[in-house]
């Protein structure tokens, strides 16, 4: 196979902008928008690094190959020309999923995965499994069939450290794409205060610390015929960068959550540099230092029920980060423009939807309060 090839990076729809940035600050090759991701060129070596780095990526696909197909006899007959041995092993299990679009002469997705799981295990010898550790993706369009390979396997926000998850846990890639667009690099304290499992705090200290968020885990591409494991391991020894001066914050009123963040954070290895405390936000005062960044997602609205406390419970955000966090800029996530509003703060246009957990949320941002 080709040494630059197409390397899709998904994201969830509205992220696409954030993670092209962050695909063309850690130096990926012509990155491009696309929807529901990002396209940027490599050979093998980016994809691992795509998967060990960007921190914005839900997975990775490599795109192996393209062929018309008008019918499904022809799907077959190409499929069994593409080269598999220089992507796949023979002993190693694969999983197929195909989809079509609509006005396609192939029109049946599962007709065509099994045209090629065929091809594969009859051209290659690779078992075809429900639990393989590898998948091939078919994308039909056009009639035109394009074959990637997930070479992530478990998305990517599981970074490999979270045991203990609270209600609602924010996806860490989404988190790591709200930070960045709430201008955060690094170089700024960073408080959460209804921080759940930990996420904002623990994603923004692993930022400070240079960490890659993919260190500790496996990766679907470890499977794969041309892994080089002594390059990559080469590739993931990188050493963290030095301590910041200042901390990564959380707090939650329930206990339960601040101790899970505690054991998340230490997993991660970020408990020398990140503080959890149990209180509600009515009793929030900023830490000592600098100002940096609040980021909260409050718990959601629903659609139907009772909104009085919710938007009780923004108000008294609101008031506490407008009487004690002068110099904090604020970053809240909600589904609910009224929620926001509710806390009375000045916040700018908010970012476009993101798909979250079956709800379209926004980010809503403010430059730094008033004193
Ligand atoms: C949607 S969850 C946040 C999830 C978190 N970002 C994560 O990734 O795990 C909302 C959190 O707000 C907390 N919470 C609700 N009311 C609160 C209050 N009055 N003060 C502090 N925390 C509160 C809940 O305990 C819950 O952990």
């Keep these: 196979m080709d ?10 729809p509205g992220l696409e902008a954030a993670l092209c940035d962050e695909a063309r600050d850690k130096g990926f090759a012509a990155p491009r928008t696309g929807r529901g991701g990002v396209s940027v060129r490599g050979g093998w070596p980016e994809v691992w690094r795509a998967n060990l780095e960007l921190r914005g990526a839900a997975r990775v696909l490599a795109r192996i190959g393209a062929f018309r197909a008008l019918h499904l006899a022809q799907l077959d007959k190409r499929a069994r020309r593409i080269p598999w041995g220089e992507v796949l092993r023979p002993g190693v299990a694969v999983r197929v999923e195909a989809s079509c679009a609509k006005g396609c002469r192939i029109y049946h997705g599962g007709a065509a995965a099994q045209r090629i799981a065929r091809a594969i295990s009859e051209e290659l010898g690779a078992p075809v499994a429900e639990d393989a ?5 078919a994308r039909i369009d056009d009639d035109l069939c394009t074959l990637s390979i997930d070479t992530s396997g478990e998305p990517l926000h599981k970074r490999g450290h979270k045991e203990a998850v609270a209600k609602a846990p924010m996806r860490e890639n989404l988190a790591a794409l709200f930070l960045r667009q709430c201008g955060f690099t690094g170089a700024e304290p960073v408080l959460d205060p209804m921080c759940g499992s930990g996420t904002f705090p623990i994603e923004a200290a692993e930022i400070a610390l240079g960490l890659s968020p993919g260190r500790s885990r496996g990766f679907a591409f470890e499977h794969l015929a041309n ?3 002594a390059a990559w391991q080469a590739m993931r020894a990188a050493p963290p960068g030095p301590a910041p001066g200042f901390r ?3 707090s939650d009123r329930d206990a339960g959550a601040v101790e899970m963040s505690r054991a998340n954070a230490a997993r991660a290895g970020v408990d020398g540099i990140t503080a ?3 209180h509600a936000v009515s009793a929030l005062a900023a830490p000592e230092g600098p100002p940096g960044l609040v980021i909260v997602n409050p718990p959601y609205g629903a659609r139907i029920g009772d909104k009085k406390p919710l938007l009780a419970l923004h108000h008294a955000l609101g008031q506490a980060l407008t009487a004690r966090f002068s110099g904090w800029r604020v970053g809240l996530v909600t589904n609910e423009a009224g929620l926001a509003a509710a806390t009375g703060l000045p916040f700018a246009p908010p970012a476009p939807p993101v798909l979250h957990g079956g709800l379209h949320v926004r980010l809503f941002r403010t430059a730094p309060l008033a004193g």
């Excluded at 040494?3 to 969830?12: G, K, P, Q, W, Y």
């Excluded at 550790?133 to 993706?137: A, C, E, I, N, T």
């Design 3 to 12: 040494s630059d090839f197409e390397i899709f990076l998904v994201t969830a």
């Design 133 to 137: 550790p590898v998948r091939v993706l």
């Design 227 to 229: 892994f080089d494991a």
């Design 248 to 250: 990564f914050y959380g």
């Design 276 to 278: 959890f405390r149990c």
